[in-house]
Structures are given as C-alpha cells and as structure tokens.
C-alpha cells in the first residue's frame, strides 16, 4: 500500500459545528503532516507529528485541533471555523525527516 | 528568510512542443528539492528528489535538474496528460518543506 488515504472527500459545514478530518496510511511512514491549500496558492504546512508526537505547530488557530491516535491515522478536529478556513486540507506522509512526501487527495472544505 | 520562486506563472504548449520550467531558491541551508505534478482538486504527486548541484533525475517526458541556485524541469515532446500544476519545494530543515506558487501548463492537442 503506497497510499495515503483521506476521508471525506468533501465537507461543507456551518461556522457552528464541530466536524473532523481523518487520514490513514499504512507505508510505515513516521511522519505526518496536515497541510492547507488555498484555491492557485502552493500548499501551507500547519502540523506535523513525528512518531506519534506534536513536533511543529505552524500558530494555527485553537480552532484547528490535530490529533495522532497511532502511528498511521491523523484526525484534524475543526470547531468554530470561519468562512476563510475553506480549502483544500491535504494530509501526507514521510519517513523520517521529511524525505519521500506522500500526499493524499485531500478533502475539500467548505465553511458556511 | 527562505524564498522559492517559480516562472513562468503559466504555460500553454502545443502536443510535442519542448519547454522548461524553472524553479530558483534562496535559502540557508538545501536538504532536498522536489518537484511536485498536482492535478486539480488533487493532493500532489511527487516526482523527483535532488540533493546537489548536478544531479539530474528523469521520468517519462520529464527531467529535472539543479543548480546551485536553480532547478529546471524540462518536459519534453509533452502531451494533453502532462497538463497539470507542477510545485517546486525546497527542505531546509527537519519535516518542513517551503513550496513554490507552481507553474501550470497547459498541453493543446
């Protein structure tokens, strides 16, 4: 499996719910990595968990919470978003160290 | 403060029609290069890998290059599917890599 698979797709939610974001991949990779792409911008690094633990925070705001159950899921639980919080959320993988960025499709998020 | 920079911003090719795509850097310390093709609605999807000035690496129709300052990705003969967004990133440092606004081009048939 050289995948990384994110869930769901597409989201669209209001500025008051609480919803979240899920990532899986099964390559043994040790790093994982929350990443957000706004519409023709490159992508922006916001988390990055390095053997299950918080290594980089990128000043997200507290409404972006990122969470690593175990060393292959990555969960981003959004609460409270604003309408500029719409993206593309992409999630991805590497050995250690950042070589070897794996990226899943992503999921298309949508504020209301 | 890292810079990378990509030009041109969009490239329109006719099927066949060679052209390069150039990536320049400004940073402390280079821990890798990459080229990224991303589709449109689509995560990124890696290419190549350079570490040191010299080093070349091929796929298909595509090449990549660097420099000491730059890296080139030269598509050659292209076709309609290598219509895409390709990004350039540099790693400086542990985890992190710092992306380019990226080229897209555009393949007519």
């Known amino acids: 499996d050289t995948e990384v698979t994110q869930t769901p797709k597409h989201l669209v939610m209001g500025m008051t719910n609480k919803k979240s974001l899920k990532c899986e991949q099964h390559?043994?990779?040790?790093?994982m990595y929350w990443y957000k792409q706004k519409a023709k911008k490159p992508p922006e690094l916001m988390f990055v968990?390095?053997?299950?633990?918080?290594?980089i925070n990128e000043s997200v705001p507290s409404r972006f919470s990122p969470e690593c159950p175990n060393s292959s899921l990555l969960n981003l639980h959004l609460h409270a978003l604003q309408p500029e919080d719409s993206a593309l959320y992409l999630c991805?993988?590497?050995?250690?160290?950042?070589?070897?960025?794996?990226f899943g499709s992503g999921t298309r998020l949508t504020v209301v | 403060e890292d810079q990378v920079t990509q030009s041109p911003e969009a490239l329109r090719l006719q099927e066949g029609e060679s052209s390069s795509l150039n990536c320049s850097y400004t940073?402390?310390?280079?821990?890798?290069l990459f080229w990224y093709r991303q589709d449109p609605g689509k995560g990124p999807e890696f290419l190549f890998t350079?570490?040191?000035a010299g080093e070349e690496k091929e796929k298909e129709r595509l090449k990549a290059t660097l420099t000491k300052k730059e890296s080139f990705l030269h598509i050659t003969a292209p076709k309609p599917e290598d219509s895409a967004t390709y990004l350039c990133a540099v790693r400086t440092h542990d985890y992190k890599l710092s992306f380019g606004a990226g080229t897209t081009v555009t393949v007519r048939a």
């Open positions: 390559m043994g990779h040790r790093a």
């Open positions: 940073v402390s310390g280079l821990r890798g």
């Open positions: 991805a993988s590497s050995q250690d160290r950042g070589d070897g960025y794996t």
């Open positions: 350079l570490y040191s």
């Open positions: 968990y390095s053997y299950e633990k918080l290594s």
